[in-house]
Structures are given as C-alpha cells and as structure tokens.
C-alpha cells in the first residue's frame, strides 16, 4: 500500500517572496520578472531569474537557473524531496526539464494563459507517458505575481510609445 505525502505548507509565502525577489532583480536588469528557488528540508539550495537576454540564452528561464544551480550546489542532477517555487505557471521546456531533475513538488503563483502547461494550456505533468510525478500547487501570492509582470509590460509599452517613465520602475 503506498503511503501519503505529507506536505509542508507552511513556508509556501516565505519562499514566493523570495522568488518574487529575484523576479525584482531581473526586472531591474529588463528581464521578464520571473524569479525561482529550490527548497529543500526549508533551506533554499538553488535560485534563479529571467536572464535569456542578458546570458543570450534561451534557455535561461527562472525555473532553468534556479535547478541549475540547486544541481551543482548539491552536486547531483538528481533533486528528490525538493520543492520548486516560482512566480509564473512553467512552461513547456521547464516542466520538462522539472520532471528530469525530480523535483517532488511545483508551487506557482501567476497562471500563463499563453505559455503556462500545468494548467492553463495543458496539463503537462499529468501525462501517462512520464516517469515521475510531480504535485503541482498554483495560487500562492498569485496577485503579487500577477502585478509585478503587469506592471513590467505596462512600463515597457509607456517607455516604447516614448512615455514619461517615473524613477524606481521596474523596467529602468
């Protein structure tokens, strides 16, 4: 008979803060703000932002350079019993790369109706043909989430149209 998981809730905000931190970071250097960490037994081991632009890489998604860098602090490919939490619902290419690391758990906080695959343009991690489940959580700090990309593409479209841009925006 399998067991139950028993899931540790209690730090999902702490740890969406520090991923929207990092979220803040990459806005500051006019990346997207999607910002990541690994957690493990409560201790953040990896973290990460959008970089594709300044890294010429695309690749370098928030998800990607969190895992990353969990993988080589922890010296193993492999990440059992780690919790990824990150700003905006994974994409194709991260939810693949989530499964092959087997990270345990994916907490999100914005839904991407374009992009997202947990949920909102199909269900990824619930395909038949993958080797490793993952449990998947939306909804944490979701209008945070949500406000911060807004704003950046708000400011970004002010500053093409040749708009005032206010001191302190996320996008200067």
Do not use: W
Not at 40 to 52: A, D, K, T
Not at 92 to 112: D, P
Request: proline share 4%; net charge positive; charged share 20%.
């Amino acid at each position: 008979m399998k067991r139950p998981v028993i899931i540790d809730r209690s730090g999902d905000e702490k740890f969406m803060r520090a991923a929207l931190g990092l979220a803040a970071e990459g806005a500051r250097l006019g990346e997207v703000p999607v910002g990541a960490v690994v957690v493990q037994n409560g201790v953040i081991i990896g973290s990460g932002f959008n970089c594709p632009i300044s890294r010429h890489d695309p690749s370098a998604h928030a998800e990607m350079v969190a895992i990353r860098d969990a993988a080589l602090r922890m010296e193993n490919y492999r990440l059992p019993g780690c919790t990824l939490y990150v700003t905006l619902e994974p994409c194709s290419m991260c939810a693949g790369l989530i499964v092959h690391s087997r990270i345990q758990r994916v907490v999100y906080g914005a839904t991407e109706p374009k992009a997202g695959v947990a949920i909102s343009r199909g269900q990824f991690f619930s395909q038949e043909f993958l080797n490793h489940r993952v449990l998947i959580e939306g909804g944490v700090m979701t209008q945070a989430c949500s406000e911060m990309l807004s704003e950046f593409f708000r400011m970004r479209r002010l500053k093409a149209r040749g708009g005032d841009v206010e001191q302190g925006s996320v996008d200067s």
